[in-house]
């Protein structure tokens, strides 16, 4: 068990960095843009919300595949598919959660005020420099949302992981999986405790986005 939770949060870690990291400069242009495109890429990256994870995890198993011509280019380094391990099951998972770290950014930097961008322009301060220095930090709580989502959604990731990743233990074998493995296997024991974990976990996670928001609410926290 100590290896499938070990699974899980470094999954869970790894897709929360690299989708942190992805979504910010996304979402800030998603932000900012008024280009009819932004709607189609906003569109694009709100995907995975409606989408059935079996039908995203089907055409992420093609495209990871050894046959499919993006993988063509590794097979020169002896990698002839992704599918079924743990890094398909990182890239799997950070287009499966994508939504959840860009909503909140957009969100965020839609609400960092024009006359704080205004100032830091008017003083001198290059766009990248105001985003940093301005933005940024505005939009903290943003990314404190962004991070939770992002990592309890993949926690409970079911459908898209066992489509690209089976249940190969020690290497995709994740908490959601292992769980549907005991009930298949009528360990209900395991299932059980398993089952509650998560349960636990969804109500920390419900209750601290509750705590944030209400934080965020407090005037302390509007910027005038």
Do not use: C
């Amino acid at each position: 068990m100590a290896q499938v939770l070990w699974l899980t949060v470094k999954l869970a870690t790894l897709t929360t960095l690299i989708l942190l990291a992805l979504a910010t400069p996304l979402a800030w242009w998603l932000a900012r843009s008024r280009a009819w495109w932004a709607q189609v890429a906003g569109a694009l990256a709100t995907l995975p919300i409606v989408l059935p994870p079996s039908v995203l995890g089907f055409y992420l198993l093609i495209a990871l595949g050894p046959r499919s011509p993006l993988m063509a280019p590794l097979h020169a380094f002896g990698v002839r598919t992704l599918a079924f391990t743990f890094a398909g099951l990182v890239i799997g998972s950070v287009i499966y959660s994508l939504p959840f770290a860009v909503q909140p950014l957009r969100t965020a930097f839609r609400a960092v005020g024009e006359d704080h961008l205004d100032a830091a322009a008017t003083l001198g301060a290059s766009g990248l420099s105001t985003f940093w220095r301005v933005a940024l930090p505005l939009a903290a709580p943003g990314y404190a949302a962004a991070a939770i989502l992002t990592f309890a959604h993949t926690v409970g990731e079911f459908g898209v992981v066992l489509m690209i990743g089976g249940a190969i233990p020690g290497v995709t074998n994740v908490l959601s999986v292992e769980i549907y493995r005991d009930v298949e296997a009528l360990a209900w024991g395991r299932a059980h405790l398993m089952a509650a974990l998560l349960l636990l976990f969804g109500f920390v996670v419900v209750l601290s986005l509750l705590r944030l928001e209400r934080r965020i609410a407090r005037p302390e926290f509007n910027v005038r």
